[in-house]
């Protein structure tokens, strides 16, 4: 999870790549600009995409929805970082939409603030970004994080574009880790793959750690930790592993070398390109197999 520690790390790693201090983010002002950062794709569709409204019990949520503009297809529910909904999420979803998903990418943050809640451009390392975004995730937990799965769940589920024969998948990026491992514990018949990017907190000794919901879970899982994040809680992997095993389900658990916590979205300041498209691999090879 992203705290005071994260960013000391963030900055002592700047300190050593330069290069990356100097990264024009001029590029990412638009969603042209944060698209042409991803490798081409090949056999992508054509998609369409809307912004959407969901009521649930704490109000309404505003969101993004993206998906083949043809044909009904397996669901996928993003959960973002810390930032929230913002373009880069929004070309993430538009990405899984064009290698044929149904993709949903929510505001977590919905309960204070419409999205986005950020500028383009912003970093966690700005202290003023910090106390704006920490007050909003303190207000999440995970009866929010049930209460929330179960909700854009269902509306998944009434929308055309979506083939309900088929399972659901789910991703989830910082904060969002524990979002994933809730949502396939909150309607785990319909849950049937969830991946994690620098996924923080998901096997403590907390009464409330996700990792104690494994047994009433049933999807596949794919856990993509970021080097520094293990170097902090070399455990977690270990506890994560035993608990699927346990529970007989299938787990993909990696650290993914010279990586920093947040080295996914694209707008990230430690984006990792490499290992974020080795993630994003992964992620298909996960979706093709257990979606259906």
Known sequence: MCDDKTQKDVEEYLSRHPEMTRRDFTKLATAAGIAAMFPAMANAQ?????????RTPDGVADCHFA????????????????????????????????????????????????????????????????????????????DTHFSDARAFVAWLDEQPQVDTSKGIGTTGYCMGGPMVMRTVAAVPDRLAAGATYHGGGLASSQPNSPHLLIPDTNAAMLHCIA??????????????????????????????????????????????????????????????????
């Open 46 to 54: 054509a998609i369409t995409e809307r912004n959407v409204e969901i």
């Open 227 to 292: 080097e520094n994040d293990d170097e902090a809680d070399p455990d977690a992997k270990h506890t994560l592993r035993q608990a699927y095993a346990d529970a007989g389900i299938a787990a993909e658990i990696e650290v993914y070398e010279d990586t920093l916590h947040g080295w996914c979205p694209v707008d990230s300041q430690v984006y990792h390109r490499a290992q974020a498209e080795r993630a994003w691999q992964r992620t298909l090879v996960l979706f093709e197999t257990h979606l259906g």
């Open 67 to 142: 998906y083949p503009s043809l044909g009904a297809h397996a669901a996928v529910l993003v959960w973002p970082d810390i930032l929230a909904l913002r373009p880069a999420f929004r070309e993430m979803g538009k990405r899984l939409a064009r290698a044929g998903y149904a993709v949903l990418t929510v505001n977590p943050f919905y309960r204070d603030a419409r999205a986005p809640v950020v500028g383009r451009g912003a970093s966690f390392g700005n202290p003023e970004i910090r106390n704006l975004v920490l007050p909003m995730a303190r207000n999440l937990n995970e």
